[in-house]
């Protein structure tokens, strides 16, 4: 990494007070703090963050604290109360916070104001980009800054972007009912990598991509605006070796012997979370009794240590889920409570890091229990501290960090009952089995740690490339040499180069930007159209201009103001059986559709969730092939659509047959997909042939997208402005 790094999260990690009359900057603890800590304090970057609220100090104070982050290299983003409330509370962890985690019945029925979370993403981007120097990489963190990356990617094109999400992606079936969905997507899409801690996460992104904007992902990238953007799964760690230290200080080890001693000579159970409903606490509890009701008399007694810091302390719904959590408490021990016993020993407060190792080494299990949740960096905190190399982890299914951990014992918290069980099974498991289990998760633990984590992320992003690059470099210097010899002859295709692909074909319409191009374009070149489109499509959005249009990839033409002519006469034989095929297949997969022609029958697959749709379309080619063994048709691949046609019928018959006519013609082509490989194939190697996006091609240039090809139907049409006349 040759230039800076800039971290770009939430809060700065750190504390702003006073102490003695003296101000006072004091790093705060966590998984995100500790991985990143040394990167930041080894280079020269910066960190940017809420500092807290800083305007609460008076004026002296409050400088000298700003001096004193900006020695530190931190740059503070002051939020006022009401950016704090509505961004903040009402928006991220209101709205956001509750989806992401599939508690919907938590969403308030009357949805805060959005301005305010833009208006915060934008502060931040705004910042970064003022101290942004060439070759510095940008680090964005989390669900509260979703837009950023767009925001800075407006600013800042040439910039290596980095986005990692630490709290789960949900479902596309989930993430839907966000009003701001695409927003939030594009605000993604404008990073470079985007990381997740499962890849789970990262097929629940890529299916929204595909479901909400129309995109679709290629295993683990995508082409968008002339930039790849990679997909990982990168489960994040912790400092595995300053935990095992704590697990083998004496100290701590003394500390463990007294939390055993109080209780009383009871097994130990411990649970360590933040008070949030996300946590699963009541579910937890609920089980511990349903345990406590069947707990052999003659058996050791079994104590839940709860340690519960208090989360969000301000927000209503929180105060609420407190006193749940307090009353089940207290129900508990008036059940089973006695004077010598106390069942659940409930600590509501926060704990040093000493403390918490050593209620890690007295705990007999280890219960993580969380609804949803996205990594959970507990559990690996426990098995981490426990250097005695015994103890038993008991883990949500619906935790991250589940599919990290496949020794530990797995369970479905929404199953009391089952929990219970569970529970029983882990505090009777034999010491052999216990060590059995747990060595291989510590081994995975001191491996893959918080530094592994941010070192991978960080090759990754500097292994990406801020722009696609071409076959042979840009094709605008070819074009100009080619316009200087006269007037062009283009084809170009329509679907994924004249205009973006929308869910369904008939969204994707030329705006009256592009009409206004091809009609300069036109003015001086001999412009082809040349595309799957029916007829009808092209006749109603692209008549009206100087141009020759061919439908259904060559079956029927047209000059400018000519009537159109069809290559074969007749329907073909096979269509109706081809069309029944299709309409039977459309009908039991969700999101595909027929588009029937005069004389093709196309199947669009562009809305099937991808991981089904590689799979189905295989199959449905499968069938197409076999049903038309015997028939003069082809089956043609396009951009998530098969296509059936008349055999020998291919768009490069209509690039053969008009340079048939003009051999000398300088001849540019630009198309997407495979069905314009035929035209790249058609013309001379000296031809100016041009791919958008990805994927293997025979042409000899690449641009990135359909707005790259704007820009060059504007260097053809002499600069005409995007406001030309349409």
């Known amino acids: 990494m040759t230039g800076r790094l800039l971290i770009v999260a939430n809060r700065l990690p750190l504390a702003v007070g006073m102490e003695g009359g003296e101000v006072r900057v004091e790093t705060t603890a966590g998984g995100l703090a500790t991985g990143l800590r040394g990167p930041h304090e080894a280079g020269s970057g910066l960190w940017f963050g809420w500092p807290g609220a800083l305007k609460g100090l008076r004026k002296a104070p409050r400088q000298r604290a700003l001096e004193l982050l900006r020695e530190r290299r931190f740059v503070p983003i002051e939020l006022s109360r ?9 928006f991220s962890n209101g709205v956001l916070w509750p989806v992401c985690h599939y508690l919907l019945d938590r969403m ?49 094109p040439e910039a290596r972007i980095g986005f990692f999400l630490h709290i789960p992606f949900p479902s596309s079936e989930v993430f839907r009912v966000l009003p701001w969905r695409a927003e939030l997507l594009r605000g993604l899409l404008g990073a470079d990598l985007i990381g997740f801690h499962t890849l789970s996460y990262q097929r629940h992104f890529a299916a929204s991509l595909l479901r909400v904007l129309g995109l679709e992902v290629e295993v683990d990238r995508l082409l968008v605006d002339g930039r790849e953007v990679r997909l990982a799964a990168l489960p994040m760690g912790i400092d595995s070796k300053h935990f095992a230290e704590l697990g083998d200080d004496p100290g701590v080890i003394a500390e463990a012997a007294t939390v055993r001693q109080q209780a ?42 709860q340690v519960a810091v208090t989360s969000r302390g301000e927000v209503a719904e929180y105060q609420a889920y407190k006193r749940h959590v307090d009353e089940l408490v207290g129900r508990i021990h008036g059940r089973f409570g006695r004077p010598d016993y106390t069942p659940i020993r409930y600590m509501n407060r926060n704990f040093g890091a000493r403390a918490v190792a050593a209620f890690y080494r007295a705990a007999d299990v280890m219960l993580v229990t969380p609804l949803r949740d996205g990594l959970n960096l507990v559990a690996k905190e426990f098995l981490a501290a426990r250097t005695d190399g015994d103890g038993v982890l008991m883990l949500s299914e619906f935790a991250g960090v589940a599919a990290e951990l496949p020794e530990a014992l797995h369970y479905n918290p929404y199953d009391v009952d089952g929990a219970a069980q569970t529970l029983a099974a882990a505090l009777a498991m034999p010491e052999t089995e216990r060590r ?67 869910p369904r074909p008939e ?54 103001g000519s009537p159109w002519s069809e290559l074969p006469s007749g329907e073909p034989v096979w269509r109706s059986r081809a069309l029944a095929l299709l309409e039977r297949i459309a009908a039991h997969i969700p999101g595909s559709f027929v588009e029937s022609k005069a004389q093709s029958v196309a199947w669009h697959y562009r809305a099937v969730e991808p991981a089904f749709a590689a799979t189905v379309a295989k199959e449905v080619r499968l069938h197409l ?33 008009v340079l048939a006519d003009r051999p000398q013609a300088a001849a540019v082509v630009v198309g997407d997909d495979r069905t314009d490989e035929d035209m790249f194939t058609a013309v001379s190697p000296e031809a100016v042939t041009i791919k958008v996006g990805t994927g293997p091609t025979a042409a000899r240039f690449r641009v990135a997208g359909p707005g790259a090809v704007r820009d060059l139907l504007r260097q053809l049409g002499g600069g005409t402005s995007a406001s030309a006349e349409s």
């Open 507 to 560: 969204r994707a319409v030329p705006d009256a930007a592009l009409l206004g191009l091809l009609r300069a374009v036109a003015a001086g070149h001999e412009v082809h159209v040349v595309s799957g489109r029916s007829a009808e499509f092209l006749d109603q959005w692209l008549g009206g201009l100087p141009l020759w249009l061919h439908a259904e990839h060559g079956l029927r033409s047209r000059g400018p």
């Open 82 to 90: 009401e950016e704090v409330a509505h961004y903040y509370n009402e």
């Open 436 to 502: 059995r289990r747990i060595a291989p998760m510590r081994e995975h633990l001191l491996r893959a740690d918080v530094h592994s984590w941010v070192r991978t992320f960080l090759g990754e992003l500097a292994a990406t490339e801020p722009a696609l690059r071409a076959a042979e470099g840009e094709p605008a210097p070819a074009l100009a040499a080619a316009l200087a010899r006269g007037p062009l002859l283009l084809f170009l295709d329509y679907d994924g180069t004249l205009v973006e692909f929308a």
């Open 625 to 657: 092939l076999e049903l038309l063994s015997n028939q003069s048709a082809a089956v043609v691949e396009g951009n998530r659509v098969l296509e059936i046609r008349p055999l020998g019928v291919h768009k490069g018959q209509i690039v053969q047959r």
């Open 264 to 305: 009383g000579g009871a097994r130990i159970v411990l649970s360590i979370d933040r008070l949030d409903y996300t946590k699963g606490i009541p579910r937890r509890l609920l089980a511990f009794e349903r345990l406590l009701e069947t707990w052999p008399a003659a058996s050791r007694p079994v104590q839940l240590v």
């Open 108 to 156: 308030p029925l009357q949805t805060p104001d959005w301005q305010f979370y833009r208006r915060v993403n934008e502060r931040f981007a705004e910042a970064v980009a003022e101290q942004y120097q060439p070759g510095d990489m940008v680090w964005v963190h989390d669900f509260h800054l979703m837009l950023v990356p767009a925001l800075l990617r407006a600013r800042l």
